[in-house]
C-alpha cells in the first residue's frame, strides 16, 4: 500500500552546490530503489538555524515528497543518521485531502439517517 510521506532534511551549509545535488540524488535514488514513486524535490536553500546544530547555525534546507510503502523509510533515515553531510532529518505521513472528504460525506449521511430514523 502507498502512502504520502514527506522527508525534510538539512544538510551542512559548508557543501558546494555539487554535492548539494549528489546528496539530493543519493537520498532520491535510494527512496526509488525502495518502490518510491512520484517524487518531488525541493532545494529550499540555505536558512538560519532556530538554534545551533553540531555547531552550525545555517543549514540547506531541503523536502522531498512521495508515495511509497512504509518499508521505504527505515533505510533512508539509517542511510541519513551515518551521513556526515545531513545534521537533521524528519519523515511525516501526510494525511490525504480525499480520504477526508469522503471521510466527511459518510459522516453526513451517517447523521442524515439518524435523524430521519
Given amino acids: 500500500m502507498s502512502i504520502v510521506y514527506e522527508t525534510i532534511y538539512i544538510l551542512r551549509p559548508d557543501l558546494g552546490d555539487e554535492q548539494v545535488e549528489q546528496a539530493i540524488a543519493k537520498y532520491q535514488n535510494l527512496l526509488q530503489e525502495q518502490g518510491a514513486e512520484n517524487m518531488e524535490v525541493q532545494n529550499r536553500g540555505k536558512r538560519r ?12 534546507y531541503v523536502q522531498m515528497n512521495y508515495t511509497g510503502p512504509g518499508s521505504a523509510i527505515a533505510p533512508m533515515e539509517r542511510a541519513m543518521r551515518l551521513s556526515e553531510e545531513v545534521i537533521r532529518y524528519l519523515t511525516i505521513k ?21 435523524v430521519t430514523a
Avoid at 49 to 60: F, N, P, S, T, V
Avoid at 94 to 114: S, Y
Fill in 49 to 60: 538555524l532556530a538554534y545551533e546544530i553540531k555547531k552550525h547555525r545555517d543549514g540547506i
Fill in 94 to 114: 501526510q494525511d490525504l485531502p480525499d480520504a477526508e472528504a469522503d471521510a466527511d460525506t459518510e459522516t453526513a449521511d451517517t447523521e442524515t439517517v439518524a
